[in-house]
Every structure is written in structure tokens, then in C-alpha cells.
């Protein structure tokens, strides 16, 4: 059985740091992309991050560039999200998802999709 399980999310104010963490099981995690997207209260979900198999590269939409940080530990099983220096616009539901392979920034398919985690900026 496949599953995403995202934690690590909050209530932060703005500056502040949170650490996400999407624990995968049920597939062989190290043969996918892995992905971070964010949907926000009457917007689009919108795709954060995404890092390769190897970890080797990453991609970032531009409103997080120099903020957050993607990384995966393919010995656990273990997707990150760093996020640093938190905006308010940062608020949003958190998702993890897998794709099988390398998939480019603009390909829309996504293959497992956890829960979400809240993730709520403000003082």
C-alpha cells in the first residue's frame, strides 16, 4: 500500500522557520522524482519544489527561490521541505507527491499524493 505522510507543519510568524517532512512507503522511493506543492484558500495548487532520484538537482518556483530548500534521504524513505524566512503568502495546505522517473517542471503528472499539512504564517 502506497503512502505519503506529510508532518512538520504549523502555526509560524513571519521570519520564522518550519521543516516539513513527507515519509514514503510502499514503492520504491529512490525511482521517483519527488515533488512539493501548496495550495492556499481559493487558489490553484500550485507546485513549490521538485528533486530528482538522486537528489542531485532541484527546482523551485521563483517565489521561494533562496528561501526553501528541498532535500530527500533515499536511505529512509524521507522527502524534506526546508522553508525559511516565512511570508504570510506562504500559507497554505502541503502536499508531497511521487513520479515514477524524470518528469520536467512542467509536466503535470504525479503518481502518489499524500494528505497535506497546514502550514500557517502569521503574528
Known amino acids: 500500500q502506497v503512502q505519503l505522510v506529510e508532518s512538520g507543519g504549523g502555526l509560524v510568524q513571519p521570519g520564522g522557520s518550519l521543516r516539513l517532512s513527507c515519509a514514503a512507503s510502499?514503492?520504491?522511493?529512490?525511482?521517483?522524482?519527488m515533488r512539493w506543492h501548496r495550495q492556499a484558500p481559493g487558489k490553484e495548487r500550485e507546485l513549490v519544489a521538485d528533486?530528482?532520484?538522486?537528489?542531485?538537482?532541484?527546482n523551485y518556483v521563483d517565489s521561494v527561490k533562496g528561501r526553501f530548500t528541498i532535500s530527500r534521504d533515499n536511505t529512509n524513505d524521507i522527502l524534506y521541505l526546508q522553508m525559511m524566512s516565512l511570508k504570510p503568502e506562504d500559507t497554505a495546505v502541503y502536499y508531497c507527491?511521487?513520479?515514477?522517473?524524470?518528469?520536467?517542471?512542467?509536466?503535470?503528472?504525479?503518481?502518489?499524493w499524500g494528505q497535506g499539512t497546514q502550514v500557517t504564517v502569521s503574528s
Open positions: 510502499g514503492f520504491t522511493f529512490s525511482m521517483y522524482t
Open positions: 528533486i530528482t532520484r538522486s537528489g542531485g538537482n532541484t
Open positions: 507527491s511521487a513520479v515514477w522517473g524524470y518528469v520536467s517542471w512542467t509536466n503535470r503528472r504525479n503518481d502518489y
